[in-house]
C-alpha cells in the first residue's frame, strides 16, 4: 500500500513495522519472530500486483526494508531490559544495511548510478515546477530562491543518495521504536527507558563524527564523498539527541500541549535542526540531562525516607 500511496509511506510503513514487531515480540518463539516478517513479502507481491501495475517487485522491496527488517530487529533486540534507544540502532542498522543493498542491487542491474537517475528525474521534474510557481503569483526572486534550493537537492541526490538512504533510515528507526511503538503495543515489551527525553547516541556516533568531519571539510574529492555520507546519518542522530534534551527540558518544566507544540514548531525550522545536532554532539561531552537531575536531586533535600526523598 506504501507504493500506491507514497505521501503515506511514511506513516503507514513505521506503523506497520511497530505492528509486526509486536506480533514477533508477543509470539516468543524464534520461530514465529521470523516467520511473520517473512510474510510481508508474499502479502506485499500480491497486493503490489493488485494495486500498482507492475508494481510487485517495489512492493516486495519496500515490504523488506520498511516493515519486515525493523521487525526481525525488534524481534532479537527488544528484550532483557535492552534500552530503548540501543534497539533503534538496531532497527537502524538493519534497515540501513537492507536499504544499501537496494541501491547496489539496482546499480548492478542496471549498469547506473540510482544517484544520478533519481537526479536526472528530478531536473526533468524542476521546470514545470517552477513554471506553476510563476503561474501562482510567485515573485522572481522567490522562484530564483527556489530554484537554488531544488538545485541543491538535485546534488545532494546525485552525489549522496546512500547518505540521504541511511539519515532516512534513523528517523524511520525513531519512529518506530518512539513514534508508534506506543500506540502498536511495543510499549509492554521487557526493554527500558522509556521514554524519548532519555535517549542517548552510543560513544562511537561522536568517534566517527570528529574525523568525518574534518574528512569532509579538508578532505580530497574521494574521501568528501564518503565522509558527507556518513555524516548525514550521524547528524540525524545527534538531531534527535537535541531533541531529547529540548524534550526532557520541556518535561521538567512541565510544559503543556500548547507550549510543547509551539516549541516543536520552532526547533524544526532552519537553523535550528542544524544546532540541535551541534548540541546532541556537545552533550556526549557535558551531559546535560544527568547535570539536570543532579540539580533536581539537590533541590529536594533527604528527607526521613532516604537522600532525595519528598
Request: charged content about 15%.
Amino acid at each position: 500500500m506504501t507504493a500506491a500511496a507514497p505521501p503515506f509511506g511514511l506513516v503507514l510503513a513505521p506503523h506497520a513495522a511497530a505492528r509486526l514487531g509486536r506480533a514477533a515480540l508477543e509470539s516468543r518463539r524464534l520461530a514465529t519472530g521470523f516467520a511473520l516478517p517473512a510474510l510481508t513479502v508474499p502479502i506485499a507481491l500480491i497486493l503490489g500486483a493488485l494495486v500498482v501495475p507492475d508494481g510487485a517487485v517495489i512492493a516486495a522491496v519496500l515490504a523488506i526494508v520498511l516493515v519486515a527488517l525493523p521487525a526481525v530487529a525488534l524481534f532479537a533486540t527488544a528484550r532483557d531490559g535492552r534500552r530503548r534507544d540501543h534497539v533503534l540502532i538496531a532497527v537502524f542498522a538493519l534497515t540501513g544495511i537492507g536499504g544499501l543493498a537496494v541501491l547496489l542491487g539496482v546499480a548492478v542491474a542496471t549498469g547506473r548510478d540510482p544517484g544520478a537517475a533519481l537526479a536526472a528525474r528530478w531536473a526533468a521534474l524542476v521546470p514545470e515546477m517552477l513554471a506553476n510557481y510563476r503561474s501562482s503569483g510567485w515573485g522572481e526572486s522567490s522562484v530564483a530562491t527556489v530554484a537554488r534550493l531544488f538545485e541543491f537537492g538535485r546534488i545532494l541526490i546525485e552525489e549522496h543518495l546512500p547518505g540521504l538512504l541511511l539519515a532516512a533510515a534513523v528517523i524511520h528507526a525513531a519512529l518506530v521504536v518512539y513514534g508508534f511503538a506506543r500506540g502498536a503495543g511495543l510499549a509492554d515489551a521487557d526493554w527500558a527507558e522509556a521514554s524519548f527525553s532519555r535517549f542517548r547516541t552510543p560513544a562511537a556516533a561522536a568517534a566517527a563524527f570528529v574525523p568525518a568531519g574534518l574528512l569532509a571539510a579538508v578532505g580530497g574529492a574521494d574521501l568528501r564523498r564518503p565522509a558527507i555520507d556518513l555524516l548525514l546519518p550521524l547528524g540525524v542522530l545527534f538531531f534527535l539527541r537535541g531533541l531529547a534534551i529540548i524534550r526532557a527540558l520541556l518535561d521538567r518544566g512541565r510544559t503543556g500541549l500548547v507550549g510543547r507544540v509551539l516549541v516543536y514548531v520552532l526547533v524544526f525550522q532552519m537553523p535550528f535542526p542544524l544546532l540541535l545536532a551541534l548540541s546532541g554532539l556537545f552533550d556526549e561531552f557535558v551531559d546535560v540531562r544527568t547535570r539536570l537531575e543532579k540539580r533536581g536531586a539537590g533541590d529536594h533535600p533527604a528527607g526521613p525516607d532516604g537522600p532525595g526523598g519528598f
